[in-house]
């Protein structure tokens, strides 16, 4: 069965430095992947979708994810924290054959001043 | 467009008690899905529909009903709410074939 994990429960980070959010998925198939953000009461926005086409996906407010193959990772990445992004970050993957959206456990972003 | 809407907000039942959250989407999106949201669980699909008149059931459907009159409106019903139910949960809708979808802002429901 397709299975979406994120590796870290809860990262920190301090304003400025660079974020790192981890995700692995499990298919048979190549999957569309996709990270979605979402603030305190707010519902999921989508960051940036990976569809088969370039393996660096930019997405919005200057985050960005590479598609692995070999490492079957879509990690998320942004170059400099801001204190609004923090948020909880979910990684989800379309499965090719049954078209459901499986998402990951989610990771809490905290960013310090 | 609205987007995805949602009602009631927030909400607290008793056990045993009965309701439907509301679902609506102003956007022609044939496909429509009911998740729920826990700690350290993610996103859960419950329901999902491919079209007026079509349901499917998803990974955690138990204690849930759907249906599917219209393009438009893709109700949630618990029938006998029970504490397990806690959770918020999340209407979204994509067009057919398209991989994004569109999140509703979330229904809180509490059940005591």
């Known amino acids: 069965a397709q299975s979406v994990t994120q590796l870290d429960s809860h990262v920190s980070v301090s304003e400025g430095t660079p974020v790192l959010l981890r995700c692995n998925y499990s298919?048979?198939?190549?999957?569309?992947l996709f990270w979605y953000v979402q603030h305190p009461n707010k519902g999921l926005q989508l960051l940036l979708k990976y569809t088969s086409a370039a393996t660096l996906v930019k997405g919005i407010n200057g985050f960005e994810a590479e598609f692995k193959k070999s490492e079957t990772s879509f990690h998320l990445t942004k170059p400099s924290a801001h204190m609004s992004d923090a948020a909880e970050y979910f990684c989800a993957a379309r499965s090719s054959n049954t078209g459901k959206l499986i998402f990951g456990q989610g990771t809490t972003l905290q960013v310090k001043p | 467009n609205a987007g995805v809407t949602q009602t009631p907000k927030f909400q607290v039942l008793k056990t045993g008690q009965s309701m439907t959250l509301q679902c609506a989407q102003d956007m022609n999106h044939e496909y429509m899905s009911w998740y729920r949201q826990d700690p350290g669980m993610g996103l859960r699909l419950i329901h999902y529909?491919?079209?007026?008149?079509?349901?499917d059931q998803g990974e955690v459907p138990n204690g849930y009903n759907v249906s599917r009159s219209t393009t438009e409106d893709f109700p949630l019903r618990l029938l006998s709410a029970a504490p397990s139910q806690t959770s918020v949960y999340f209407c979204a809708s994509k067009y057919r074939d398209y991989n994004e979808q569109f999140f509703g802002p979330g229904t809180r429901l509490t059940v005591l």
């Open positions: 298919s048979s198939y190549s999957p569309s």
């Open positions: 529909s491919v079209g007026a008149g079509i349901t």
